[in-house]
């Protein structure tokens, strides 16, 4: 069955970085985008920027574009998201997703990573 | 970016009720939008897709229509199990996904 498992939970100083990682099983991984979207605390969901991971090729949000990366290990089937110079508004629940084009749903989700950011 | 509203942010409603959730875009997304179901602590969960698709799994209760700017989500008899949040997503001018704000269906 398809999985999408994150790694744990992280408390971060602001200014720091965080790498959130996303491992994928029960299906072909380089067939599938890889999506992130956060969820601050009592907040909607917001789209922070996605991976062909057949390719590599990467999209960002405008509003992280000069923070954000976003890389997969195809040998591994995983996909990482590192965030930096956090700051304290950037305390989330941190999830993946998958979908099978870029104009797809995301209809696999990770269980979320929560990253606190806090002096 | 394209805009997406809900409507209402919330509801109240009990066992048996039809409820139905608005979602507006600020321009046209054909059919590229998607609802999904959000219980506290849970990832979301996907419901319908292309506008009106159920996701395998998802009861038959939830249904969905519309096209271009204006789009509704549907349960025709709530149950327990319902009461989260609904975000309706647009995949149309990908990137970025954009979301509505959420409706939280509440216990009446």
């Known amino acids: 069955q398809v999985q999408l498992v994150q790694s744990g939970a992280e408390v971060k100083k602001p200014g720091a970085s965080v790498k959130v990682s996303c491992t994928a099983s029960g299906y072909t991984f380089t067939t599938y985008y890889m999506h992130w979207v956060r969820q601050a605390p009592g907040q909607g969901l917001e789209w922070l920027g996605m991976i062909n991971t057949g390719n590599g090729a990467t999209s960002y949000a405008q509003n992280f574009q000069d923070r954000l990366i976003v890389t997969r290990d195809t040998s591994t089937r995983t996909v990482f998201m590192e965030l930096s110079s956090l700051r304290s508004e950037d305390t989330a629940i941190y999830y993946c997703?998958?979908?099978?084009?870029?104009?797809?749903?995301?209809?696999?989700w990770g269980q979320g990573a929560l990253v606190t950011v806090s002096s | 970016d394209i805009q997406m509203t809900q409507s209402p942010s919330s509801l109240s409603a009990s066992v048996g009720d039809r409820v139905t959730i608005a979602c507006r875009a600020s321009q046209s997304v054909i059919t590229y939008l998607q609802w999904y179901q959000q219980k506290p602590g849970k990832a979301p969960r996907l419901l319908i897709y292309g506008a009106s698709s159920l996701q395998d799994g998802v009861p038959s209760r939830f249904s969905a229509s519309g096209s271009g700017t204006d789009f509704s989500l549907t349960i025709s008899s709530l149950q327990p199990e319902d009461f989260a949040t609904y975000y309706c997503q647009q995949s149309y001018s990908t990137p970025p996904w954009t979301f509505g704000q959420g409706t939280k269906v509440e216990v009446k």
């Open positions: 997703a998958r979908a099978r084009v870029m104009a797809a749903a995301g209809d696999y």
